[in-house]
Structures are given as C-alpha cells and as structure tokens.
C-alpha cells in the first residue's frame, strides 16, 4: 500500500515479475485484502492477463493498516501494528517469506526492519545502497538517506556492506571502493571523511582513496573504475536527488536549444534515472529488505523484486555477516 | 601566474576587458614582469590588437614569487612573500586597487585575502560563491568549496553574505534563500542544518526553508525560486564538481544514442559550466578577492574581471559590512 502509486504500481509489478521469474518463486502481496484482490483481477487483463494462470504463485495476506508517507516511522509503528509494512517483515521473521519490499515510507521501513529483522553483528546503523547511473557503469552509493550525521567507523561499515553488494549483486569481483570527498588527497574532507580514509586504508577492501563530484558521472577517478560511493546519507540523499532531476531539465534545454524531439532525448537519458533499478536494498539486516522509490512504477517494482530475488538467491544477507566477523576478527588479531 | 592556462588565460582575459570595460578602469597585472612584458606583446595581435592602444590602462606589477597549485596554502604565504597572490592583495590594502583575481591555488588565494584584506565584523569565516547554472536564472551556491564542518551560526552568517551578492552583483531584491537539505520540512537533515534551520527562520531574510538536491537544476522550489542556495563547503563542492561533470558526460551519451553533433550539444549546454560565468567572488572579507576556476579561459578570466568591477561599482563589500551590523544589531535588541 506504499507509494505515489500504491497499490496498482505495486501489484502490477508482482503480475509482471510472476511472468518473467522462475516460477520457484512465491509472491505475497500484503495489505488490505479486498482491494487487493480487487485490483489483482482488474490489473490481469491484455499482456499480464497469463498471470491468472499463475495465480497459486500469489499469496494475498491480510494487514488493514496503512501507513502514510507523511506519518512518523517509530510512531507509526507502534500505533499501526498491522501495517503491510510490519506483517509482511513479520512474514521474514517467522520463516515464510525470504524478501520484503515496498515503496512505501522510507523511515518506517528502515525502523521496522532494523527492529524485526535486526541488524549483523559489528553494525550500529542499515544502509541503503542505491545505484548510481554513470558513463560506464552503475555504482553503489550508500549510505542515500538513512543515516544523517555518521561517524568515521559507520562509513567504514557502508564500505564494507557496500563491498558485499557489489560483489554479490553486480557481480563485480574485488569492487573499488571510492570515498566522496572534496580533493583526492587523503587529508582532503571533513574531519569524519578524513578519519575514515585513514581507517579504510587499513580495512582490507579495494579503497580507491578519496573520490570527488566529478568522478561520479564518469563512474570511476585517477585509480580505476569506482564500484561503491561511501558518503553519509546527507550528502548521499542530495547527489541522488540532484542527479536525477538534471536529466529532464537537460532534456527541455536541449528541446529548445536544438529542436530535438523531447521524448526521444527523455529515453536517451532514460538509463540515468535511478528509480528505473528499481529497488535500493538496506543493507546491514538479517534478512532481505528492499527499498523502492516512492515513485515506482510496475517495471520499477519489477525490477526490485528482481533485486530481492539475487539478494536470497546469492545468500547476500548471509555473505554480510560473515564479512562483518571476518573484519572483526580481524582487528582483534 | 596561477590557473591551468597560466599566464595567457589572464594577460588575454585582461586585454579582452580593456577593450571592453569602461575606460576609466585601470588593469594591474602582478607576476614576473619580464615573463608580462613578453606575453602581453605576443598576445596583442588579432582581435586583440587594439588593446595595445589602451596600454596606460595596463599596469604591470613585479612579484617574482608563484605559488604553485600543490603549496600548502600557510606555508605557501610564509615563504613565497613575493608572490603575485600577496603582492597583488596588499595593493589593495594600500589603496592601489580596487579588485583582486586570481586562478590559482584556491586556499592560499582565502589565506592570503582573509590575513591581508581581514574579515568583517561578526565573521569567523569568508565564503566563496559560486553562480549555479539552472533552468531559470543562475543560483549562488555558498559555501562551495573554502569550509567544511561549518557550524549553524555559519551557515546564518553564509546565508546574510548570499543575500547581499544576490542582490548587488544579481539584482535580485529580496533574494530567496534556500538551506540545503534532504527534506523540506525543518526537522529534516543533519544536526547543524536543522539548528540552522531554526536560525534562519529569525533572521530577518526571505528565508524559503529547507531546498532539496532535486529542486537545483530548476532554480526553484515549491516557495519560489531560488537566488540562494546555503550549505557547507563540503557539500557544496560535491555537488558543483558533479554538477559540471553531468553536461560533457550526457553530451557524449546523447551523442551516441541519438547521432547528435556532440559539439551542439556541448555548446547548448554550455550555460551548465560555471566556469563560463568567471569568478566566484570571496565573501566577508573587507574588499574584493575574486576567485576563478583553475582552468578557466581568458573569457572566464574576462568575465571574472566583470563581476570584479560590480563588486566594486555597486560597493558590495561595504554593503555586507553594513548587513553584518544590522543583524548583529538586531540580535542585541
């Protein structure tokens, strides 16, 4: 029931995703079940109408509760238990599902799955990781938003989770790890980024150093190709925002400048708006929990649930732990 | 001396202004006189030729010493006395000039202005602001590069010396200004953003709340658009430095996905580059030190000594002085 489009977006998505993934898989759709059922069987109809034939892959579970995306998360947590958001999180913690995603309130989701699916040892915070469109190749930003004012040992643990991701999901062996800041030299920042450059040239990951604003677009700096972007989620949460809107307004100047058709120049730079990933996993839960843009569409939710699918598929989740106790045992060697 | 293209950019820049420029303005060149002499001659020739006839309007001041890009700024001052940053800057203390550019080392062109030409009252620091090129009307961005870990009270101090340039050199009355943040509502962003949020709502500007990464490339929010844009100088030089790195690199996709002409679109996006607008002039200081980019061209170089001469003409300095008191007035009311 999350997001600018909820709940068609949403399930139109689901019916989508039933069609082109392995039928191995099960999808629960979560929420108020009589529009849900509703909008299932109004949605099922021209090129997702063979999804009907699928329907025993869709499970339709009852939670009447909605959360705004106005509400306060901790709040709304406490004063609507039965949310989508908290039952289908709860579906996790008791074993019968393997994902939860929405493109609901970004806040409550990230509270919810840090209070029931909690975090991996050696974290103090999740991340959302979200792919960053470049020249070359998309890159790993984290954290994008949830955690304002971190410290030098959380952006350590973005890099690391950041690291896991990139490996996993990218498929992108030994990824390089940029550190945004201001310069590339080392004592270039502010005084947590610098911290953390220190720390991470000891932290055994590929650390390309300090990466700037321009080497994002180009997707990598002086040192090689750029896999994951550690910032904090303030400086992560503007640049996402920023990039993304540059692409239309670029489209309607070059509309005026040169006559250019806006459409065709608007799917040109289709590929640098990021909402089209799909879903930004939080990284850093026991379990799988990802984050879609509150402006989703079908093909946007789609995309997600492939996310979360090689996120369970490659035991992702699993894989963080065991590097987070690697890393830790490691400094207590 | 100092810049990527140094020093033909400036002398070209300087010869181009003469032209240009109102006649009762007089041009101070400060570097090595010989390596002047001989490039300003080689110079005057083409388009720039009847720029020899102007030569009582061109002064050639000695200062042996350069400060190179990679001197620390301090140690730079200290033992390079002699440079044309410090040479140039104390003629302005001396009364011999009215103006200071430069497109060198940017740290020790803040040194050298904030130890030289001092600090207004009620500063702690001096902002660069740089113009941010928009879908409407360019924005001042400040700080954008010159402070990191900047305090509340400093981005306050940030948001009076924005307003003033908004107004002098822009000719916006009653500049918007908006806090950079990652949300609009006041309780959203980093801890020194929300407190100055709270700030700024007392302090007596057309203060538009929190702006998100989102609202920049359209100049606006929904408030109104936007003249001013507050935030560290750490975020603020990420997001200039991606800023100017989106135009070439969505040039060369468009190039490749619609056939486009790279060079048009290059050229139609030009507005994007801020280097193009010149100087970005060095707030709060008692006087006028403009910074350029280090690659800037001898336009950028000419435009820089345009927003020089307003600076001067419309009294700018005096101006934030007078703001400063004002608001410091105000306060012990």
Redesign the interface.
């Known amino acids: 029931m999350g997001g600018d489009f909820a709940p068609d977006a949403a399930i139109a998505g689901a019916l989508q995703a039933i069609l082109e993934l392995a039928p191995e898989h099960t999808l629960q759709l979560v929420g108020p079940t009589n529009v849900i059922r509703e909008r299932v069987s109004a949605l099922s109809t021209g090129e997702l109408a063979p999804a009907a034939a699928l329907a025993d892959k869709l499970e339709i579970i009852e939670a009447p509760d909605i959360i705004e995306m106005s509400d306060k998360p901790t709040a709304a947590l406490r004063s609507k238990p039965n949310s989508s958001m908290v039952v289908g999180l709860r579906l996790q913690t008791e074993g019968r599902s393997d994902a939860f995603i929405s493109a609901g309130n970004t806040g409550a989701q990230m509270a919810a799955s840090t209070v029931l699916l909690k975090l991996h040892a050696g974290l103090t915070r999740p991340a959302i990781a979200t792919l960053f469109p ?2 070359r190749q998309p890159m790993v930003v984290l954290d994008s ?1 949830a955690n ?2 971190c410290s030098a040992q959380e952006l350590v643990q973005f890099a690391r989770l950041g690291s896991v991701y990139a490996e996993q999901i990218l498929g992108r062996p030994n990824p390089g790890v940029g550190l ?3 310069g590339e030299e080392a004592e270039k ?3 947590v ?1 610098k911290e953390a450059n220190q720390l991470l040239r000891a932290a055994g990951l590929n650390f390309l150093g300090n990466v ?7 997707g990598a700096c002086d040192r090689g190709p750029i896999d994951v972007v550690v910032c ?4 992560g ?11 239309p ?2 489209s ?3 509309g005026k ?2 006559g ?1 058709d806006e459409e ?2 608007r799917n ?2 289709r ?2 708006d990021y909402s089209e990933y799909g879903g930004a996993p939080l990284l850093g839960v026991r379990g799988v929990s990802i984050i879609s843009h509150g402006k989703s569409s079908s093909r946007a939710i789609k995309n997600a649930l492939r996310v979360a699918v090689r996120a369970v598929e490659t035991g992702m989740s699993d894989h963080v732990g065991r590097r987070l106790s690697e890393a830790a045992g490691q400094v207590q060697q």
Chains 1, 2 share one sequence.
């Open positions: 470049t020249a938003g304002v004012d945004l800041s201001i920042g502010n005084a980024v700037e604003g321009r080497d994002l677009p180009n904090d989620g303030f400086v949460n503007i640049i996402l925002k920023l990039y993304e809107a540059i692409g307004m670029i309607g100047m070059l400048a040169l250019t065709a120049l040109a730079l590929s640098l």
